[in-house]
């Protein structure tokens, strides 16, 4: 439907606004494991003071969920500018060991890698709760400003979000809103050495638009469960550290998890300019079509 010349477009119809919410929906890479193990009221703090004694300042908030015997423990670490999924398992492995030989001696494990971590899957645990990162990336658009370079109308870009979403929920997609994330995520991944299977979680993008005026509207788009790195995996081919460099010229001297906030930052700038340049190509042509 468009290009990077599209996309160019897309840039320059407004000002695009960047947020880390990491506040809200985390930076933290999950591993969940499946166990048979006695649910009480005390399990889950038992699993924080037993994950506290291996002496990682990386471990974030673990999240317990029983099912009959079962349990399910999503683990959460902040794993800097890497994947951390290797890093994770081994954290995850030397929790439990401190668990069976403290509280828990009768627990047994099942999985080691649960789905409830849901990795490479799309799910609505994870655009709840947050997977790797969470951005949100927001653009105000002027009537005036837009009609330099498009006669689309805002009122037809907010209807047709609107309707997008309507409908998406109809056909039971989970965070499905987006026109182009899949699109544009993929070549960003495949230029930065991503593993090329998240694009499955990562591309679950939430689309919202909001009439401040009569003359502006605020389109977001937020990414809840973005998988990305800059060490690690493919990010150490040269074509692709080449161009981790050109987004990130001083990545090498940044503090620790300052590169992948940054390269996420860009990435979802540039799948919202994507989404506002596949918007206003429609809304041209709805409102041509109903304008005979």
């Not at 990305?228 to 987004?247: E, H, K």
């Amino acid at each position: 439907m468009h290009n990077d010349h599209s996309m160019l477009k897309g840039l320059q119809n407004g000002t695009i606004k960047l947020y880390q919410l990491e506040t809200l929906l985390g930076n933290d890479n999950i591993r969940a494991v499946s166990l048979r193990q006695q649910y009480t009221l005390s399990t889950k703090q038992s699993v924080v003071q037993h994950i506290s004694q291996t002496k990682t300042d990386t471990w974030l908030p673990v999240d317990v969920h029983p099912a009959g015997r079962e349990l399910f423990i999503r683990f959460s670490a902040d794993a800097g500018d890497a994947m951390g999924m290797n890093m994770l398992s081994n954290g995850v492995q030397k929790a439990l060991s401190t668990m069976q030989n403290g509280d828990w001696p009768d627990m047994k494990v099942l999985s080691l890698s649960g789905n409830v971590c849901v990795d490479k899957k799309v799910s609505g645990i994870n655009t709840l709760l947050g997977r790797g990162k969470s951005v949100t990336a927001q653009i105000l658009l002027r009537r005036d400003v837009l009609s330099l370079s498009s006669t689309a109308s805002l009122e037809t870009i907010h209807n047709i979000v609107e309707a997008n979403n309507l409908s998406t929920q109809k056909a039971g997609s989970v965070e499905g809103f987006s026109l182009t994330a899949a699109q544009t995520l993929a070549a960003v991944f495949t230029a930065t050495g991503q593993d090329l299977a998240q694009l499955v979680e990562s591309s679950s993008a939430i689309v919202s638009t909001s009439l401040l005026s009569p003359n502006s509207l605020l389109l977001s788009v937020s990414l809840p469960c973005l998988e990305m790195a800059t060490v690690g995996g493919g990010t150490g081919l040269p074509a692709q550290s080449a161009n981790l460099d050109s987004i990130i010229p001083n990545r090498q001297t940044l503090p620790t998890g300052e590169a992948v906030r940054t390269l996420s930052s860009v990435t979802a700038a540039l799948v919202l300019a994507s989404e506002l340049a596949a918007l206003c190509e429609m809304a041209e042509q709805i409102d041509l079509f109903n304008s005979d």
